[in-house]
């Protein structure tokens, strides 16, 4: 079960941080996704990231400003969202699947999915 939080309003240059509590998906042999999906357009990927290596992926529009990262303690997966943009603006889901290379970047490839979190970025 995946659960997504930390959705809010923020104003553009702003920061927010995602989380996704991941339990059941956390041991070595996941992969989570973050994706988005903006009014009127397709759920596309953000970043993903091996569970078991820390490897990432970024979307171009998101890199340098989107950091994804894991906890393997509290098993949760965080997305920090630095110098929002107005385009930003989406529902973020966060995504499993097994694996354990990074480089899954479909909707398609992933099982599991979260509940959606809003995020808005006024400019």
């Keep these: 079960q995946l ?6 309003l923020a104003q553009a240059g702003g920061s927010l ?3 996704c509590a991941a339990a059941g998906r956390t041991s070595s042999g996941y992969v989570m996704g973050w994706f988005r999906q903006a009014p009127g357009k397709e759920r596309d990927v953000v ?8 490897g990432t992926y970024y979307a171009d529009s998101v890199k340098g400003r ?3 990262s ?3 303690a509290k098993n949760m997966v965080y997305l920090r969202m630095n ?5 930003d603006t989406a529902v973020y889901y966060c995504a499993a699947r097994r694996g354990n290379y ?3 970047t479909g909707v398609g490839d992933y099982d599991y999915w ?6 808005t970025v006024s400019s």
Excluded: M
């Design 3 to 8: 659960q997504a939080s930390g959705g809010g």
């Design 17 to 19: 941080r995602l989380s």
């Design 47 to 54: 970043a993903t990231i091996s569970w078991s290596s820390g």
């Design 66 to 68: 989107f950091t994804i």
């Design 70 to 72: 894991r906890d393997n």
């Design 83 to 87: 110098s929002l943009k107005p385009e």
């Design 102 to 104: 990074y480089y899954y």
């Design 114 to 119: 979260g509940q959606g979190t809003q995020v």
